[in-house]
T-cell receptor, first 115, second 111 residues
């Protein structure tokens, strides 16, 4: 069974440009999450999808970030325009259900570097 | 907000030795989980301990949880070079899905 995949693995862009990250969850997982780790800080929750609906987007830093999950399968996270402080590793995770005891399976992450 | 904080930030040991990492958090939790991240890889779930449990084992891993002190420890016995990775604790509280991570402990096991 394929795990959570993310594309690209690494992206280097200049400040002001747009970048779109993609996450493919484990097949059949209705729940999809985005987290990110900026340099030297903790991994922080960004948002949670249940199928195509945003269950919780309280962790999104500002309106330059837009996440979508059309059709309830893969998800994209767009940063427009990118700023220097957006550099970090963006992780995607998925789970079958949601709730305290549902394990979240993480992808390898996308390392974003904004110059 | 609750936050897991690992201690130490970095740990270097010799193969065969035991490694102990600690984690503290600030608010009430439903469970606490430990994850490992190898360089360039995703986060791998190691073990989950529920708030009403005090100790849990999985292979060479032993996790303890002390809710009165709001702390947990992860013990890796008979460490191997392949255990070299960053280890994170993460808690889930009232939201039931939002993981709150600490900054992690970088463990280096020297052959």
């Amino acid at each position: 069974e394929a795990g959570v995949t993310q594309f690209p693995s690494h992206s280097v862009i200049e400040k002001g440009q747009t970048v779109t990250l993609r996450c493919d969850p484990i097949s059949g997982h209705d729940n999809l999450y985005w987290y990110r780790r900026v340099m030297g800080k903790e991994i922080k929750f960004l948002l949670h999808f249940v199928k195509e609906s945003k269950q919780d987007e309280s962790g999104m830093p500002n309106n330059r970030f837009l996440a979508e999950r059309t059709g309830g399968t893969y998800s994209t996270l767009k940063v427009q325009p990118a700023e220097l402080e957006d550099s970090g590793v963006y992780f995607c995770a998925s789970s079958l259900g949601w709730g305290t005891y549902n394990e979240q399976f993480f992808g390898p992450g996308t390392r974003l570097t904004v110059l | 907000s609750q936050q897991g904080e690992e201690d130490p930030q970095a740990l270097s040991i010799q193969e065969g030795e035991n490694a102990t990492m600690n984690c503290s958090y600030k608010t009430s939790i439903n469970n606490l989980q430990w994850y490992r991240q190898n360089s360039g890889r995703g986060l791998v779930h190691l073990i989950l301990i529920r708030s009403n449990e005090r100790e849990k084992h999985s292979g060479r891993l032993r996790v303890t949880l002390d809710t009165s002190k709001k702390s947990s420890s992860l013990l890796i016995t008979a460490s191997r070079a392949a255990d070299t990775a960053s280890y994170f604790c993460a808690t889930i509280g009232g939201s039931n899905y939002k993981l709150t991570f600490g900054k992690g402990t970088l463990l280096t096991v020297n052959p």
